[in-house]
């Protein structure tokens, strides 16, 4: 995604009302998730009326939109937390597990899960009595002890955000479950479920291991602001100052999240049509190029160009348009509109023998050698010895697969895309980004290496010289400096060190019992490169909320590595990719603890706990959908509900970097593959020079990592919803925000969290009500509105035969 500069100028509106309080709005999201995950400036536009502040810098940021004031008095544990905490992620687990196994990956918003643990809390609140005062006959009956303990009081902000953190840990869903589900699918099963649980376990808490060893580089800071935390702190400390506006503001959010969940169970079961109108379809129902241009509706279908989607759950997958910030949408549209020609231009230009695949798959396929003209998924059984690893001899006999030129085309994108972000970065933030490195400044190493650094363990100070040296510390946060003033206990760096340690040797025995193939010096490789990729990328992540896609990297370095190992690939990417990525995640959470003041030891817990509820319940999830789906998982196309698209995703490339030598290394048939990420470095330059020779920033608005992202992103899954998309997105970030700018202060992103919120219980629900989540599948008759998908796609585009 994006990234224009960290100096994030907000402001703040003069209604007159108490309610407006600088850039900290009752709604609690003035600025979101994306406007500055996207690393961006976030100029409030239309908003200039009225204007009495700017926040310019990190520090700003974090003081004047999140106040930096604490009552450490404040009770944190409670039976509600618990009882809450752990609901919450096993609810959100469960539903990102589930969501992980559909035709568009969907992601459980953690606003989402913000408001659900202020509701819930505030009905127990209010219902749970503080104590019993019955006269039954002569009978006096009081008791004030145990529920008391049931109900302390009203719902506190800390006790809200602890409920937020462990939620916000388990509503993950675990690499571990993809490698397991692909060892099920396509390699007889993994030998153990036991190894399969701890495997699920250790690869998250190796990651929150990592992430507080390194707390002190990637969290603490100022400039760590870890953006995408700003509005989930705004929204806790909003919900619970005023709270008579609060409950009117919720009376809103309460309507439009009704009707949204009554809407979605049409798109979903009843009139499935409606997840994508494609006029042209309609008019045409025989042309197989308006399949693939316009088509969109059912998995693996079509680009979904001008497609019409009614269906919320298609429309914001991954970035509610509401929300997502305007230079992130024009980017993201022309990478759209790239995509449509390059995929269109590869596969009727018969590139890599395109015509002769399907248009849309991500299988491996076998092709004629005599005609070129029919194919045949390709069956990777024939390649692999009795340990599951490349047999040459038999890899020659049979041929190299190959794969779709829309496929290959998503690969060529993203690797350039992610070198190109690196040049982006340095060309337009290095000024924000240099912050990140300091700790490697000459000074700082001479002091890490002296008599004194390299003692470490020691306790050197006593705890007023520390809470000195900290005071005086200018790169520190200010809402960290308050919790050292009103002493906070830290977590010692041992208790991080012991769950890795045990993570590790865990792990290890696993990876044997699975027979994983992923030798102990792998292991110890993979570890090592998540403290170096959570190091770099995770302070670029804190700072700016830009977040690499590590996954192609990790695959990439496991084939040369391992070559010849595809379940080798699988669990050093599991490691790696999967690590990382929970290190950051826990680390942006690690922030959104020290701006709402937890004490250190108690978020600490929160997370193991969230973690290890998340990790089980993603694992039983997986069991659960892998055995009684398996037909649909393993089909190309799947069904509009189950697809094994992320699945097939991963083993085929762990099958062809397996082979990368014959596959993507100079000289083989998919070497643009690799020498794409040698081009990226070149592809933000001319724009950088335009800016030089004319000095307009507007070349700084055309981000090539959001452009080159997207310019593949139509590769897989139901691709409907980008028309719908784009124009909300303009209705609200452009014209709304300008022209009604105090709506949209109020109330834009409490209705964003609404329509997230109950499009997400809908789906929820009708998964184990109806789409077979719980084993038996009860569908809907099939009616116009509801085409039988074994004869008609779900838009009434042509049905594309190779896709069955």
């Known amino acids: ?72 008095n404040m009770t944190v544990v409670t039976f509600r937390v618990v009882f809450l905490g752990i609901g919450l992620s096993v609810f959100g687990s469960v539903l990102q597990e589930i969501f992980y196994f559909k035709p568009q990956t969907i992601f459980v918003s953690l606003i989402f899960l913000t408001v659900w643990a202020y509701i819930l809390g505030d009905l127990m609140a209010v219902f749970i009595p503080t104590e019993i005062n019955w006269k039954i006959g002569g009978l006096h009956i009081t008791d004030g002890g145990i529920l008391r303990y049931l109900n302390p009081g009203p719902f506190n902000s800390k006790e809200h955000a602890a409920i937020t953190i462990m939620s916000s840990a388990a509503s993950q869903s675990a690499l571990a479950t993809e490698a397991l589900a692909a060892q099920y699918l396509f390699y007889g099963g993994y030998p153990s479920k036991a190894a399969g649980i701890f495997i699920v376990l250790t690869s998250q808490l190796i990651g929150f291991g990592v992430a507080g060893l390194l707390r002190e580089v990637i969290v603490h800071p100022t400039n760590m602001i870890w953006p995408m935390t700003i509005p989930v702190s705004s929204l806790l400390e909003t919900i619970h100052q005023d709270r008579r506006e609060t409950k009117r503001k919720m009376r809103v959010w309460y309507a439009v999240f009704l009707a949204i969940f009554v809407w979605e169970i049409f798109p979903e079961y009843i009139f499935t049509t409606l997840i994508g109108v494609s006029i042209f379809c309609l008019a045409d129902q025989h042309n197989l190029f308006f399949t693939n241009f316009f088509g969109g509706a059912t998995g693996n279908e079509g680009l979904g160009v001008l497609n019409i989607s009614f269906d919320w759950n298609y429309i914001a997958p991954f970035f509610n348009p509401l929300w997502y910030p305007l230079q992130s949408t024009v980017n993201t ?267 250190p030891r108690i978020t600490f817990v929160l997370q193991i706990i969230g973690c290890l509820v998340g990790a089980l319940m993603n694992w039983v999830m997986m069991e659960t959908i892998v055995s009684a789906q398996t037909p649909a998982l393993e089909s190309i196309q799947g069904t509009s509900i189950w697809s094994g698209q992320n699945i097939q995703i991963f083993n085929t490339m762990a099958i062809s970097w397996s082979i990368a030598p014959k596959m993507f290394s100079i000289g083989a048939r998919y070497e643009w593959v690799t020498i794409v990420f040698l081009l990226g470095f070149i592809v933000p330059i001319p724009a950088y020079i335009m800016y030089k020779v004319t000095g307009n920033k507007i070349w700084g608005y055309l981000n090539p990592s959001i ?15 980008f028309t719908t998309f784009f124009i909300i997105a303009f209705a609200f970030q452009w014209y709304i925000r300008k022209y009604y700018p105090q709506f949209f202060v109020k109330w834009n992103y409490l209705i964003s969290a609404a329509l997230d919120g109950g499009t997400q219980i809908m789906v929820f629900i009708l998964t184990f009500a109806v789409a077979g989540g719980s084993g038996t599948a009860h569908p809907f008759p099939y009616w116009a509105g509801n085409p039988d998908l074994s004869k008609h796609n779900t838009d009434y585009c042509m049905v594309n035969p190779g896709n069955q």
């Open 333 to 599: 549209m022309i990478g759209i509109i790239g995509c449509y020609a390059l995929f269109i231009g590869l596969y009727y230009g018969n590139i890599w023998e395109a015509k002769s695949l399907p248009f849309l798959s991500q299988d491996m396929f076998n092709l004629s050698a005599s005609t070129s003209t029919s194919f045949s998924v390709y069956n990777q059984s024939l390649i692999l010895n009795d340990d599951f690893e490349i047999d040459h001899k038999k890899l020659d006999a049979e041929g190299l697969p190959y794969l779709t030129a829309t496929y290959v085309a998503y690969l060529i994108t993203t690797n350039m895309g992610m070198t190109a972000t690196f040049v982006y970065m340095l060309l337009w933030n290095w000024d924000d980004l240099k912050a990140a490195w300091s700790w490697a400044s000459p000074a700082k190493l001479r002091k890490l290496f002296s008599a004194q650094g390299l003692y470490f363990w020691q306790n050197q100070e006593t705890p007023e010289e520390r809470l000195q040296r900290k005071e005086n510390d200018p790169e520190l946060d200010p809402h960290y400096k308050l919790m050292l003033r009103n002493k906070y206990v830290e977590v010692p760096l041992w208790w991080w060190t012991l769950v890795i340690v045990i993570c590790w040797a865990v792990g290890l025995g696993c990876l044997y019992a699975l027979k994983s193939t992923l030798p102990w010096w792998g292991f110890l490789l993979a570890t090592v490169f998540t403290f170096i990729f959570t190091l770099f990328f995770g302070a670029q992540y804190g700072m700016t909320g830009f977040g690499f896609n590590l996954q192609p990297i990790f695959q990439m370095l496991a084939g040369y590595m391992f070559p010849g190992r595809p379940l080798a690939n699988f669990y050093f990417t599991c490691f790696t990719y999967n690590a990382t990525s929970q290190a950051q995640l826990l680390a942006k959470d690690l922030r959104l603890a020290q701006y709402s003041h937890l004490p």
């Open 1 to 72: 995604m994006a990234s224009d500069s960290l100096d994030v100028k907000m402001a703040e509106t003069t209604s007159g009302s108490s309610e407006t309080k600088g850039v900290s709005e009752k709604d609690g999201a003035f600025i979101s998730d994306q406007d500055v995950e996207q690393g961006g400036k976030y100029e409030s536009d239309g908003m200039a009326e009225g204007v009495t502040n700017e926040v310019e810098t990190a520090k700003d940021l974090v003081t004047k939109i999140i106040h930096v004031n604490d009552d450490p």
């Open 707 to 721: 452009i080159l992202w997207f310019m593949g992103n139509l590769y897989v899954g139901i691709n409907s919803g």
